[in-house]
């Protein structure tokens, strides 16, 4: 097969899938019964391993993330979670040094295969970080941003106001959508941030700490959002907060640093992966007990 034409079978299906994931979604009891579409995978990773400059971050990562879970990745700093977050959307081919090796499909397909555009990925896997960062401009403009990048000019309004409705913002700016996104508060910048992420109707939304920055009735409102959003998205989610883990995520993945022999080189590990239910309740691995439980961490 011809770069171009995989690429371009690439885009077509993950749109059809989207297109699909919109006709489910004004569905929502599908998903209650656990239908089998929710068992859909959208990443399915194989002895994944990041490494910076050849030294390893994190190590024989092999995880599954379902279509409209929110999967939670937790652990103490420094094991790897923002770096295997990362590697989800290709964010760490723009760290110079980093290289990502194993097997990482999405959709099935090799997300690091030479047909892949990384620009194309990263749309289709959007991004929200723990500090909000929205752009010097207006409201309107920073959600229209990535639309009109895109060349989406028609009905750009009703494109922002549905993606301000979809992050639970618009009520709050429909009546100032011209002044300075500066001007929101931190959780609403945030949301500000999911409204420009979900306006190129991506299929999968990655949250690094989205909530570290904000106050409690900020994080609870982006934690009521995240439970509407996975109805139309995947989330994956990293967070340090395990109480928000457990409000938030249908699986959770618990990583941990490891040591070798003489404690000369450290990575990260996949500890256990499970429903966040039985990773919190009645976890398989002492290591997962001991830090769910306060013990360590
Ligand atoms: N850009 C980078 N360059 C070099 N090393 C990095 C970089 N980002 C992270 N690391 C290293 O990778 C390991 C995992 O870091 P990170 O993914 O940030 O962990 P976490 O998000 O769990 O705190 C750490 O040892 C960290 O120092
Ligand atoms: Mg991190």
């Known amino acids: 097969m011809a770069a171009d034409e995989s690429r371009a079978g690439t885009g077509r299906e993950a749109r059809e899938a989207a297109a699909e994931r919109a006709a489910i979604a004004v569905r929502p009891e599908e998903f209650q019964h656990g239908s089998s579409s929710k068992r859909e995978k959208v990443f399915e990773l194989n002895g994944v391993e990041v490494l ?20 939670a990745l937790i652990g103490p700093s420094g094991c790897g979670k923002s770096t295997l977050l990362r590697c ?15 097997e990482l499909l999405y959709h099935g397909e090799d997300l690091y295969g030479p047909e892949v555009d990384p620009v194309q990925a990263r749309k289709l896997i ?17 959600v229209a941003f990535g639309p009109r990048i ?3 000019k028609e009905d750009l309004d009703a494109t922002v106001e549905r993606a301000l409705r979809g992050a639970a913002l618009w009520d709050e700016v429909k009546d100032r959508l011209d002044s300075n996104a500066f001007g929101l508060s931190g959780g609403q910048q945030q949301r500000l941030c999911i409204a420009r ?28 959002l995240m439970i509407e959003l996975k109805e139309e ?29 003489d404690e000369d080189n450290r990575w990260g590990r996949l500890v256990e ?7 919190f309740t009645n976890p398989s691995d002492q290591r997962t007990e001991d830090y769910v439980s306060g013990k360590v961490g």
């Open 88 to 102: 989800l959307n290709r964010m760490n081919d723009l760290i110079p040094g980093a290289e990502v090796r194993g």
């Open 126 to 142: 959007g991004m929200v970080f723990q500090k909000p960062n929205p752009f010097p401009k207006s409201i309107y403009d920073n």
């Open 197 to 224: 992420c979900i306006a190129v109707e991506p299929d999968t939304i990655l949250m690094d700490e989205p909530c570290s920055a904000l106050d409690p009735i900020s994080t609870g409102k982006i934690e009521d």
């Open 52 to 71: 910076y400059s050849g030294v390893s971050a994190v190590k024989g990562i092999a995880l599954d993330i379902h279509r409209n879970d929110v999967t």
């Open 233 to 261: 998205f995947s989330i994956v989610i990293v967070t340090h907060n395990m109480q928000q883990a457990a409000r938030v995520s249908d699986r959770t993945a618990f990583l941990m640093v490891e040591l070798d022999a």
């Open 273 to 279: 992966f499970d429903d966040t239910e039985k990773i």
């Open 150 to 152: 895109l060349g989406r």
